[in-house]
């Protein structure tokens, strides 16, 4: 019996050491660890001290090459907007501002602000529709299917195939207008964009149309977001 209660007796003071080990508090970060942690909060701070005079200010537009609210990029692929600054530093994308801001940034600055900006604009509660959540008239239906845009931006254009491609979905549709416009202009030292595949794309058709297919993008739902920094909040 004396057995038996010992035994008993182990069993439940182990149950309750785990219950208590369960329900305990996370310990407080050690003083090394709140000083790494605070420095990486400054660094990043630093990093996009740039990008925020544009990108999280809502509505803010651009004046070059014409008027146009600036990209959203919270919540857009870190390797995308990885590619992209790049692009610009290489001089690939033409754009003089941008070009400029690119050209100071290091590879491992651009590595942690793409993941700084597609962190910025998750929200594990919203779940987007597989497809677009509206139906495109038949001309931009026509258009679509000539781009197969959905090839590469996903049936709801917002899950690229690769993530190397961006989302779309609900972007600016100015922004969407002068982007695709880029990449038709050839021969400009300030404006454009050297991309094969897009090249092609959109020298198949009129300003007219792709102004159309922007406009149809532009007012699907997406998870792209502007947003603020929290000093300016």
């Not at 990885?82 to 801001?101: C, D, F, I, W």
């Amino acid at each position: 019996m004396t057995k038996l209660f010992n035994t008993l007796f182990s069993i439940v003071v182990a149950s309750v050491t785990g219950v208590a080990q369960a329900q305990a508090p996370a310990k407080a970060p050690t003083a090394a660890q709140a000083a790494a942690q605070l420095k990486a909060a400054v660094s990043i701070d630093a990093k996009v001290a740039t990008c925020v005079g544009c990108h999280g200010i809502k509505g803010y537009q651009a004046s070059f090459p014409e008027v146009y609210k600036v990209p959203k990029i919270a919540g857009q692929s870190a390797r995308y907007i990885a590619s992209a600054l790049t692009e610009y530093k290489q001089g690939n994308r033409r754009h003089p501002t941008m070009r400029s801001v690119a050209a100071t940034l290091s590879e491992k600055d651009i590595t942690e602000i793409a993941a700084h900006y597609e962190a910025l604009g998750k929200d594990p509660a919203v779940t987007l529709p597989a497809t677009a959540d509206k139906a495109p008239d038949p001309q931009v239906a026509a258009l679509l299917q000539k781009a197969a845009c959905v090839s590469c931006h996903g049936a709801n254009f917002a899950k690229p195939i690769d993530p190397s491609y961006p989302k779309i979905a609900g972007q600016h549709a100015d922004y969407l207008f002068v982007a695709l416009k880029a990449y038709k202009a050839d021969n400009n030292p300030s404006v454009g964009r050297t991309n094969g595949v897009m090249g092609a794309i959109a020298k198949q058709f009129s300003n007219a149309e792709l102004k159309a297919l922007a406009a149809y993008v532009g007012s699907l739902e997406g998870d792209l977001k502007t947003v603020p920094d929290r000093k300016f909040r």
